[in-house]
C-alpha cells in the first residue's frame, strides 16, 4: 500500500475508500445497517447527468432505423431536459 493512500473497502470487489476504523465504504456501512445479513453486493454506479447525455449522444449517432432513432432521441431529449434541470438555479 502507498503511503498516506486510503484504505479500501473489505467487500470483495468495491474499490471505494473506506470509513476511518470501520473497514467499509459509506455505501455499505449503509447497506450492512438496513441487512445485516446480506450487505456484501455490489453498490450501484451512478453516473454523472452529463455521462448520461454523452452515452445518449452516442447513441442517438449509432442508431439504425426510424423506431431506433426514435427511442434514441427521446433518451437524448429526456437526458438533457434532466441535466439541464440539475444545473439550473432556479430548479428544486
Known sequence: MVEGA?????VDGCDRPA???SGLCWGHIKARRRNPEDFSRPLRS????????LQAALAYA????????K??????RTAIRDWM?????SAG
Do not use: H, K, T
Not at 486510503?6 to 473489505?10: G, I, Q, R
Not at 434541470?85 to 438555479?89: A, L, T
Open 19 to 21: 470509513a476511518p476504523r
Open 71 to 76: 427511442r434514441a432521441d427521446e433518451r437524448l
Open 62 to 69: 449509432d442508431a439504425e432505423g426510424d423506431e431506433q432513432a
Open 85 to 89: 434541470g440539475r444545473r439550473s438555479p
Open 6 to 10: 486510503p484504505e479500501l473497502c473489505a
Open 46 to 53: 451512478y453516473r454523472s447527468g452529463w455521462d448520461r447525455v
